[in-house]
């Protein structure tokens, strides 16, 4: 495994993702398949797993979700850093799963849409933390695999996908892109005013947060050895998705591309 930091990699073509090995047999799409897609914050991973999923016709997994959901539960029922074993059962109680008849699927908890409170500040601030815990990652880990087992065509992203959950994954992308480009989105996405939010102070956050999620003992963020790497600093999100879906159907035979 190497580390999710690279120095700046120049965009590759299409011939240049196919993996040094050679083009691997295709795998027939009537079988289960997964696209494991990993990466720090702010490479624009959601967003083209979810057209990349779209364009592919295969359902789409946001574990991050889930790991935000929890920092919620957290937050909303008032446990403690150290009251990890009673925060555990209570996420466990939660039955924490999606809405596949929403596009993306929307998460609840207790049969309650909790969609609307996993991308405040407060839990953004809190998630890292929750997402140090083995106890709860080993059931994020079951989840994940049991919603695989419910929907056998998907695609999923997050930071332990393709070394962890899915390490038999037919398809694997890392994503990742320049600190200060991620900073720069994050403002962006969050409509922040730069007088209150430099760019600067993004960017150590950002690398403090990525310094978290790959110095944690279990399922740390980390590149595969057999994943592809994509560096979107200098790509939008159609050219990475290009990409990504030449490289997924030289990979996998008879998949048809939708028309979005
Ligand atoms: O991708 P995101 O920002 O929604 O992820 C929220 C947090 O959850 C982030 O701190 C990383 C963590 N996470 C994780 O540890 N493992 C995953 N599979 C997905 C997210």
């Given at each position: 495994?190497?580390?999710?930091?690279?120095?700046?990699?120049?965009?590759?073509?299409?011939?240049?993702?196919?993996?040094?090995?050679?083009?691997?047999?295709?795998?027939?799409?009537?079988r289960?398949?997964?696209?494991?897609?990993d990466?720090?914050?702010?490479?624009?991973?959601?967003?083209?797993?979810?057209?990349?999923?779209?364009?592919?016709?295969?359902?789409?997994?946001?574990?991050?979700?889930?790991?935000?959901?929890?920092?919620?539960?957290?937050?909303?029922?008032?446990?403690?850093?150290?009251q990890?074993?009673?925060?555990?059962?209570?996420?466990?109680?939660?039955?924490?799963?999606?809405?596949?008849?929403?596009d993306?699927?929307?998460?609840?908890?207790?049969?309650?849409?909790?969609?609307?409170?996993?991308?405040?500040?407060?839990?953004?601030?809190?998630?890292?933390?929750?997402?140090?815990?083995?106890?709860?990652?080993?059931?994020?880990?079951?989840?994940?695999?049991?919603?695989?087992?419910?929907?056998?065509?998907?695609?999923?992203?997050?930071?332990?996908?393709?070394?962890?959950?899915?390490?038999?994954?037919?398809?694997?992308?890392?994503?990742?892109?320049?600190?200060?480009?991620?900073?720069?989105?994050?403002?962006?996405?969050?409509?922040?005013?730069?007088?209150?939010?430099?760019?600067?102070?993004?960017?150590?956050?950002?690398?403090?947060?990525?310094?978290?999620?790959?110095?944690?003992?279990?399922?740390?963020?980390?590149?595969?050895?057999?994943?592809?790497?994509?560096?979107?600093?200098?790509?939008?999100?159609?050219?990475?998705?290009?990409?990504?879906?030449?490289?997924?159907?030289?990979?996998?035979?008879?998949?048809?591309e939708?028309?979005?």
């Amino acid at each position: 495994m190497s580390t999710p930091t690279s120095p700046a990699v120049k965009p590759l073509a299409v011939e240049e993702l196919i993996t040094p090995q050679g083009i691997p047999t295709p795998v027939p799409s009537n079988r289960p398949i997964i696209i494991t897609i990993d990466g720090p914050a702010g490479t624009g991973k959601s967003t083209v797993a979810r057209t990349l999923a779209a364009r592919l016709g295969l359902d789409f997994l946001d574990t991050g979700a889930m790991y935000r959901a929890a920092a919620a539960i957290m937050i909303d029922k008032e446990y403690k850093e150290d009251q990890i074993g009673e925060l555990v059962s209570e996420v466990i109680g939660a039955d924490l799963h999606f809405d596949w008849s929403q596009d993306p699927p929307t998460i609840l908890a207790w049969d309650t849409p909790i969609d609307h409170r996993i991308r405040s500040h407060e839990v953004t601030d809190a998630v890292s933390f929750v997402a140090t815990l083995s106890e709860l990652r080993q059931h994020m880990v079951r989840k994940q695999r049991i919603i695989f087992a419910q929907h056998p065509h998907l695609v999923t992203e997050g930071r332990d996908q393709g070394s962890v959950v899915f390490p038999d994954a037919a398809v694997k992308f890392y994503l990742d892109a320049d600190p200060e480009i991620r900073a720069r989105r994050r403002i962006d996405q969050l409509g922040l005013d730069p007088e209150t939010m430099s760019l600067e102070t993004m960017c150590k956050r950002i690398v403090e947060r990525d310094r978290i999620d790959s110095s944690r003992d279990d399922g740390p963020l980390v590149c595969p050895d057999d994943a592809i790497r994509v560096d979107t600093s200098a790509l939008g999100i159609e050219a990475v998705v290009d990409l990504m879906a030449k490289h997924t159907m030289a990979l996998v035979a008879d998949l048809p591309e939708h028309d979005l």
